[in-house]
């Protein structure tokens, strides 16, 4: 057996895909139609053209997995998405930018977290027209995607 746990490769989050959303928000219960894992969010967000799986309309987004926080402390999360975003750490929702169907749009929130892995869970929709999604984080040298390093699906086993 390979102790998988031990020398786990940081690949991204998980990402359950769902062709179907409401005008207000995302649906993201019951089977997904894609699950897959992203190296990081984000998607179209110079174009706000995304359509994955060839989806343009109607679809909804539940990515989870574990961030890995090296230096304690204050860190500021955004989402910068079209339409809605909600992000959760440890169950606290951290962002909130879902004010219904939406033109591109930023919110930002801040979360005082320790030194090592931390539940993250993200959720995004697109009811009409253009779609794109970025998860930021600003580390001290202003909003970077958050990048795939510290990024760990929902497999992943926290030591
Ligand atoms: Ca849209």
Not at 36 to 55: L, S, Y
Not at 94 to 105: A, D, K, L, T, Y
Request: proline share 6%; aromatic share 16%; net charge negative.
């Amino acid at each position: 057996m390979i102790a998988t746990a031990h020398c786990a490769i940081a690949e991204g989050l998980t990402g359950y895909y769902y062709q179907r959303a409401k005008k207000s928000g995302p649906v993201v219960v019951g089977p997904p139609d894609q699950v897959v894992v992203d190296k990081t969010i984000n998607f179209a967000t110079n174009t706000w053209n995304w359509r994955p799986f060839g989806w343009q309309e109607h679809f909804s987004v539940y990515w989870t997995g574990w961030i890995n926080i090296s230096s304690g402390g204050s860190i500021t999360f955004s989402t910068f998405s079209d339409d809605g975003s909600k992000v959760y750490i440890d169950d606290q929702n951290i962002v909130e930018n879902n004010r219904g169907r939406q033109e591109p749009s930023w919110s930002s929130g801040t979360a005082n977290l320790s030194p090592g892995y931390h539940k993250i869970e993200i959720t995004y929709y697109n009811w009409k027209g253009s779609g794109g999604m970025g998860l930021y984080w600003d580390t001290g040298a202003g909003a970077q995607i958050v990048p795939t390093d510290v990024l760990f699906p929902e497999t992943f086993q926290p030591q």
